[in-house]
């Protein structure tokens, strides 16, 4: 079984607002969307996980219109979960159309990046993934990053925030990691001029990030 990973580039018009406030608004970093149900032909249930401040995020749902409901729960300083309830776009219904009658799985998260791309993978044969390319609306640019054998989840969709992998690769390549170890998280936090507390906390969560995607 074939695996696609693509980044999708939606012209502005086409973005979910929430998207485009998340490309807009700083602190934001991406939405991950975890799962859905399209049941109801008119109105769309989502559940993401949002890694930005909560409060300008409740500030702005709140104000779009297109929500009908929604329900934002935190995970910790840095991320929520967003139970969200909206309208179905017309175009929404026309980028789905590129999955219908394929034999094809679209594998969670879909990562709604905060420079206003879109990533996903999908998985199936390898003719049903181009006919899912082949299919997406003109509008929308497609670049495909990778096409292999699907190795199941974990390392495939791992993500970290940006801060969090800039501080994990200076501690590798400063040999944090190494046996015995070469630095230490005050020689990290030297090299990126910050408080020995901030690399400490980034490092834990990058861990626990690693570690849980190997054991999902």
């Known amino acids: 079984m074939k695996s696609l990973a693509a980044t999708m580039q939606e012209p502005p018009d086409w973005r979910n607002p929430m998207h485009t406030f998340i490309a807009e608004t700083a602190g934001f970093e991406r939405a991950e969307l975890l799962i859905w149900n399209f049941s109801r032909s008119e109105l769309d249930v989502l ?7 909560i409060d300008p995020y409740r500030e702005a ?10 329900d934002l729960t935190p995970i910790d300083d840095d991320a929520f979960y967003a139970y969200v309830e909206h309208e179905t776009r017309e175009m929404d219904r026309q980028l789905r159309d590129s999955f219908d009658g394929k034999h ?5 998260p879909v990562i709604y990046h905060a420079d206003g791309t879109t990533r996903l993978r999908i998985v199936g044969r390898s003719e049903a993934l181009e006919s899912v390319i082949d299919a ?3 509008a929308i640019d497609v670049t495909i990053e990778s096409i292999g054998e699907y190795r199941g989840p974990g390392r495939e969709t791992l993500e970290l925030t940006d801060r969090q992998r800039e501080v994990a690769q200076m501690a590798v390549e400063m040999g944090y990691y190494d046996v015995p170890r070469d630095a230490s998280v005050a020689d990290i936090a030297d090299r990126l001029d910050c408080a020995a507390s901030t690399v400490s906390d980034h490092l834990r969560k990058a861990e626990r990030a690693v570690m849980a995607g190997l054991f999902e």
């Open 47 to 53: 559940l993401f996980r949002v890694v930005g401040p």
């Open 61 to 70: 749902i709140d104000a779009a219109r297109f929500v009908t409901d929604y």
């Open 104 to 108: 094809v799985v679209l594998v969670p």
């Open 136 to 138: 997406v609306p003109d």
